[in-house]
């Protein structure tokens, strides 16, 4: 059933389809559903397009107008999101930016730097990478030991990063450091800033993937330097500034993810077909498990969706509060599951062979192995189901 | 459409939930699992009376409230959250459906007002050999007799079968699958109370011997009628599922927070606690499925059918596995009598296999997308 997520704003859904079918075109349109936020696949042909976005003003949709934004509310985002996906438009490159820095900047940043970093962000004349995770510090962010040391001239930084998904596209950094030396302080002695790439202090080298990719990097910095005011919450408020980052990691992705699966099912059961592999009970069984699970999932998106734009809720969003904290959970074990199938549905050739379908089954195979890794483990989120959902005690 | 609840359905469900409390504890479903009747009839009529369950679905002007299916999946999830024993699916849900749905405005005022203000007891029997409904199971046969029919055949699994007052059977005529109404008891009909393995759900086998029925709308268009009511039946179960299993995790999660060992809570233990959380994703997943699922039917939409078999599936295969760690993780005690647990892994097992299997709801979904 076609659901109309917001049916007051019709107007605009009807303003970003046509945009869409008027600017998806050309190279752009041959490119339709390429990369994703942790795959820099044609990653030239999607910057120029998130240039024709940000030409059509599609970036930073809430942002207020001073920046470049369009100051609209979250039905229009969460409508322009979908339709995006729907028209399959290739994955935006910029994500780093878009989703986490600019909205921590708009909370927590001062005049200066939200009118030094906003507009570039959506004139997408820079790209950004976060520096949170260290070769120490994973899961257990806390035990950061990047350190940031205040001079007479700003900061000097120490230390190393590890992950930062698309660094070695970045031209600045986000980085959580420790400015605190006392260690045994914890999530107390942190603060968040913001680290110029080009510069003698920093070396940003990128990691080859287990699918022989680069979406990310190791970023070296020694003696570094940030000026003072790239402090962003103030010293001493890093973890504050970015747990909420990493709240906005979640929930907004997830709709396009799911069309992306949608797809993903859709192909592999057209593929079964061609082959004959659909008349495999065991294999027919799996296909639908997994077009039941991305339906299970976009039902679960749908009425989160409708619960966050509910305007006669006492607490927009609480109702479904815990189906959103699982979304990421259940998508990327479901996606894992899907590229196991996808390997079993095109058989050998997905494995020795490999162009077109099975190339595409043996990417998705290799890359879903990250999805329970990155933006939190699957182990992380449990805990925080248990404990901030169900309420269970901390060991 | 709404996949959300509105805040007068909000309303309805503190209601039900007030009622369920007073008349549907622990102690009042073991009781009816031990009696002859296997509800308490009693609670049955106080529920008529004071908030008018019966009457949810049907229309007004049969003596219903006049709501729909939204405000029954409130309703279901409510009564499965207690494993109320009261014949709600049979009579509230699948029987009306099918009078509803059958177009014939004779049999509707003839047996909806019973309906609605609780003085009747119906059911629908369709399963023959299997628990999944197929028109081309149905076997028992409707025969002109005079200016009237009789049936005979064996239907199994009926919910509700020994307890109903009127029985929809699914028969066929010389033009199809028809429904037929019958006024139980009845001449040549044998009642066989099923030994159930969840006690607090009683279903039957039903013979029939050249006994008399009625057409219920036209003859040979029972399937059309009764493939819709098969889409609501299994939504309705998915709603019970998704009450029982949050109130079984509920119960679990309450258990982990208190049960000490080695010094501390065992909810406190991470081999614990993942799985809970899993419990709970699963959980919300089958919410979220019985909701659209359930608006899906509300409005009548293409999909509705691909929605229910998903919501079967998922909700089903989600409480057991809920209801199965439940047990796991209350230790020994989770393993006797005197505790709830086993009530909610029976009523699991008894609804995963009620209207067809996973496995056979997997096949109905593939045939819906055209995977031939």
Request: hydrophobic share 45%; net charge negative; glycine share 8%.
């Amino acid at each position: 059933m076609d659901i109309d997520i917001a049916p007051d704003h019709a107007d605009f859904r009807e303003e970003v389809r046509s945009w869409l079918s008027e600017h998806l075109v050309g190279d752009f349109a041959e490119h339709r559903g390429i990369g994703s936020p942790t795959d820099d696949a044609a990653w030239d042909v999607r910057v120029a397009w998130e240039r024709e976005l940000s030409a059509g003003n599609w970036l930073g949709l809430t942002w207020p107008r001073e920046y470049g934004g369009r100051d609209v509310g979250l039905a229009e985002e969460i409508i322009f999101e979908y339709e995006y996906a729907r028209a399959a438009a290739p994955a935006r490159v910029n994500t780093q930016a878009l989703e986490l820095l600019g909205p921590t900047l708009l909370a927590f940043g001062t005049d200066e730097q939200k009118q030094r970093f906003l507009p570039k962000i959506l004139a997408v004349e820079e790209m950004w990478g976060q520096g949170f995770s260290e070769p120490g510090a994973g899961s257990d962010l806390a035990a950061v030991r990047t350190k940031a040391v205040a001079d007479d001239d700003g900061w000097q930084i120490d230390g190393q990063k590890v992950w930062t998904t698309f660094g070695h596209h970045a031209d600045w950094l986000y980085v959580l450091c420790r400015t605190d030396p006392d260690v045994s302080l914890r999530h107390r002695g942190l603060s968040l800033l913001l680290v110029e790439v080009d510069q003698p202090g920093v070396d940003v080298r990128p990691i080859e993937n287990l699918a022989r990719s680069t979406e990310f990097s190791e970023c070296f910095f020694n003696d570094a330097r940030a000026s003072a005011d790239m402090v962003v919450g103030g010293a001493g408020n890093g973890w504050r500034v970015v747990m909420t980052t990493l709240g906005m990691e979640r929930g907004s992705a997830l709709m396009p993810m799911q069309l992306a699966m949608q797809r993903e099912v859709t192909d592999m059961i057209d593929a079964a077909k061609s082959s004959g592999v659909l008349d495999d009970p065991l294999i027919r069984q799996r296909l639908v498990d997994a077009y039941i699970g991305v339906n299970v999932m976009r039902s679960s998106n749908l009425r989160v969706v409708a619960d966050l734009l509910d305007d006669t809720a006492a607490e927009r969003g609480k109702a479904t509060a815990a189906a959103a904290t699982g979304g990421k959970l259940f998508a990327s074990l479901h996606h894992q599951l899907m590229g196991e199938l996808a390997l079993d549905v095109y058989g050998a050739e997905a494995v020795y062979g490999a162009d077109g379908g099975p190339a595409a089954a043996r990417k998705l195979f290799l890359l879903s192995r990250a999805e329970t890794i990155y933006g939190g483990t699957s182990e992380i989120q449990r805990n925080i189901i248990a404990e901030r959902v169900l309420g269970l005690p901390r060991a | 459409m709404a996949l959300i609840t509105t805040a007068e359905q909000e309303a309805l469900r503190d209601v039900m939930r007030a009622f369920l409390r007073k008349y549907s504890t622990e102690a009042d479903v073991r009781v009816q699992m031990d009696s002859e009747l296997g509800y308490d009839a009693q609670a049955w009529e106080t529920a008529a009376e004071q908030i008018g369950m019966q009457a949810l679905a049907i229309p007004e002007e049969l003596g219903g409230a006049g709501y729909g299916f939204d405000e029954l999946a409130v309703i279901l999830e409510e009564v499965g959250r207690t494993l109320f024993t009261g014949p709600v699916l049979p009579s509230v849900v699948l029987a009306p459906a099918a009078l509803l749905l059958s177009g014939d405005s004779e049999a509707c005022a003839r047996y909806l007002p019973g309906l609605a203000d609780g003085s009747q007891i119906a059911t629908i029997a369709v399963s023959e050999d299997a628990a999944m409904w197929d028109e081309a199971d149905i076997t028992v046969s409707a025969k002109r007799d005079a200016d009237d029919w009789v049936l005979t055949g064996t239907k199994r699994y009926v919910l509700g079968g020994a307890q109903a007052r009127l029985i929809l059977v699914a028969a066929r005529t010389d033009r199809g699958v028809s429904v037929f109404a019958i006024d139980s008891p009845a001449t040549g009909l044998t009642i066989e109370p099923l030994p159930v393995m969840d006690l607090t759900r009683r279903l039957a086998s039903l013979t029939f011997d050249r006994t008399p029925a009625v057409l219920v709308g036209e003859d040979g268009a029972g399937w059309t009628t009764l493939s819709q009511v098969f889409d609501q039946a299994i939504v309705a179960l998915a709603c019970e599922q998704v009450g029982a299993a949050a109130a079984v995790l509920e119960l679990t999660v309450d258990y982990l927070k208190v049960r000490q060992q080695f010094g501390r809570p065992i909810g406190s233990f991470q081999a614990i606690k993942h799985r809970c959380a899993d419990m709970l994703v699963e959980l919300e997943s089958a919410r979220s499925a019985a909701a659209y699922a359930s608006a899906a039917i509300a409005a009548g939409a293409e999909d509705a059918s691909v929605a229910a078999s998903i919501a079967k599936v998922y909700c089903s295969q989600a409480f057991y596995h809920i209801a199965a760690e439940s047990i796991q993780m209350h230790g020994g005690i989770g393993f006797t009598w005197e505790h709830p647990a086993h009530l909610y892994f029976k009523r699991a097992k008894s609804g995963e296999v009620l209207f067809g299997s996973p496995a056979a709801h997997r096949e109905r979904i593939a045939e819906l997308i055209g995977m031939n």
